[in-house]
């Protein structure tokens, strides 16, 4: 009934028929399930470095890898303002043709620079995943926004454990090689364009394309608008209300704490992330196909952040007193972990702290999401993550030109997971010594708070015979 009573207030043009917008939701779910079927992914790293393609561990380290960090700053932005301007589904065909020039490209090319431009398009498919996590809330009410985007979420995480898993009995069991597993993954990606051609483009969007007559956001309140659009000068545009907003919004503890967690962690996850597979090759440089297990530990570590995500729903504390402490203690739990990966030489241990770093950070990110739009509007809080998430990029790129771009450091997959070790080590201990500092702060204004209060009549009555008392011995 309340979610009959939401529809009822919007107008019309926001209205979308019951039984519709269920099949929509649903051909979107299994849209984003389909295209995570790609069986040859957890595998691309020991397939360029196998037979098949042949390059060396320099290359892909120091020469092939890095261009993915450069290619997705540098089109995070603009893919993010055209995903909202031409309203979701051209930027779905783009992720879903560029997924097509991957495996094209992983197939077919045989050169450093057709790797390099294989990473380009990877960096457009990451960048575009935005578009799919948005297309959603141009669907639904906003009664059944967080329903629907947990639907849509698990549908994804169920395709990524179902492509990992897949891979891996290929690999394993069906003897399939990494150039066939490509193939495979090629047809699945095709597929997927076709699924994205069956999406229905939105009328509306979040911010360039909201239909007249909508009732105000709160940023049209903010500049005396009415919702309805209209000629602006650049100063009442929307991003640039908005980024004044965020701005302002810098001044909130909690927001301020778990954004700069989304900008130092995301940055250092996604290095790990990169140049894990190069790791385990180090490690663990077998010719046999059928020993290599990446996409059985791709699949449990899918599982184990799943799990981890949905356990932070049920954490309840006092996160104005504890948010430092938690997010100091998992960081240097993952800075061991990082340590524990890069020094042993048991190939399933290193497997089994890939695992947990994993799961740790899924951990953090449903609680880092809750804290930071708990009190934002859905406007808002897309520009945040996205302002996050770009100052994240920028930080990735600067540590990969200085540490692993053959122009800087140039350095191998060992002594990189050094340096991610020592920085997660140093983000630990700033969070801890932050914790400490909250502590203290907490414990000061509870004892004032104590001393400010009123005294009890047992008290007063106890206190006045003392105080004749001292002034007898004074006397004396």
């Not at 969007?205 to 209209?230: C, H, I, Q, V, Y």
């Not at 799943?306 to 356990?311: D, F, Q, T």
């Amino acid at each position: 009934m309340p979610e009959k009573d939401d529809d009822a207030k919007k107008p019309a043009s926001e209205t979308v028929p019951d039984q519709r917008w269920k099949l929509q939701v649903f051909y979107l779910c299994f849209y984003g399930f389909m295209t995570q079927i790609r069986p040859g992914e957890s595998f691309i790293t020991p397939y360029l470095l196998g037979a098949d393609k042949n390059f060396t561990q320099a290359e892909v380290t120091n020469v092939i890898t890095p261009v993915m960090t450069y290619s997705y700053m540098a089109v995070l932005v603009p893919i993010f303002l055209l995903t909202d301007y031409l309203r979701y589904k051209p930027v779905l065909v783009l992720q879903s043709l560029s997924h097509i020039s991957i495996w094209l490209l992983l197939v077919w090319g045989t050169s450093v620079l057709a790797m390099q431009l294989m990473e380009f398009f990877y960096s457009v498919t990451m960048a575009a995943r935005i578009a799919y996590s948005s297309y959603i809330f141009s669907l639904v009410t906003p009664s059944r926004y967080q329903r629907m985007a947990s639907y849509s979420r698990s549908a994804v995480l169920l395709g990524v454990f179902t492509s990992s898993v897949l891979g891996q009995l290929c690999v394993t069991l069906g003897g399939v090689s990494f150039l066939t597993l490509n193939y495979v993954s090629l047809g699945f990606v095709s597929f997927g364009l076709i699924l994205t051609l069956f999406l229905e483009r939105p009328q509306r969007s979040l911010f360039f394309n909201r239909p007249k007559g909508a009732a105000p956001t709160e940023l049209d309140k903010m500049a005396g608008g009415d919702g309805g659009g209209g000629t602006w000068g650049w100063r009442e545009a929307v991003l640039c209300r908005m980024l004044r907003e965020v701005g302002a919004l810098a001044g909130q503890p909690q927001l301020r704490l778990w954004s700069l967690w989304w900008v130092f962690n995301s940055a250092g996850y996604y290095l790990m992330l990169y140049y894990v597979q190069i790791l385990w090759n180090e490690i663990y440089p077998t010719t046999d196909n059928r020993r290599v297990y990446n996409g059985g530990v791709d699949a449990a570590s899918t599982l184990l952040g799943a799990g981890a995500s949905l356990a932070a729903g049920y954490v309840k504390i006092r996160w104005r007193l504890w948010s430092e402490l938690v997010i100091g203690v998992v960081t240097a739990f993952q800075a061991g972990l990082l340590l524990l990966m890069n020094t042993t030489s048991n190939i399933w241990l290193c497997y089994a702290a890939y695992v947990l770093f994993r799961g740790s950070y899924q951990f953090l990110v449903p609680l880092a999401i809750f804290q930071i739009a708990t009190s934002l509007s859905k406007e808002l809080c897309a520009l945040v993550f996205g302002v996050n998430t770009f100052f994240a990029t920028v930080l990735k790129t600067i540590i990969t030109i200085i540490v692993a771009d053959k122009r800087g450091l140039g350095l191998s997959v060992h002594p990189q997971f050094y340096v991610y070790f020592g920085y997660f080590t140093l983000l630990a201990v700033v969070y801890l010594v932050a914790a400490i500092c909250v502590g203290i702060r907490h414990s000061r204004h509870k004892q004032l708070a104590e001393l400010a209060l009123p005294k009890e009549p047992c008290q007063l009555l106890t206190e006045v015979p003392a105080q004749e008392k001292s002034l007898k011995a004074d006397a004396v």
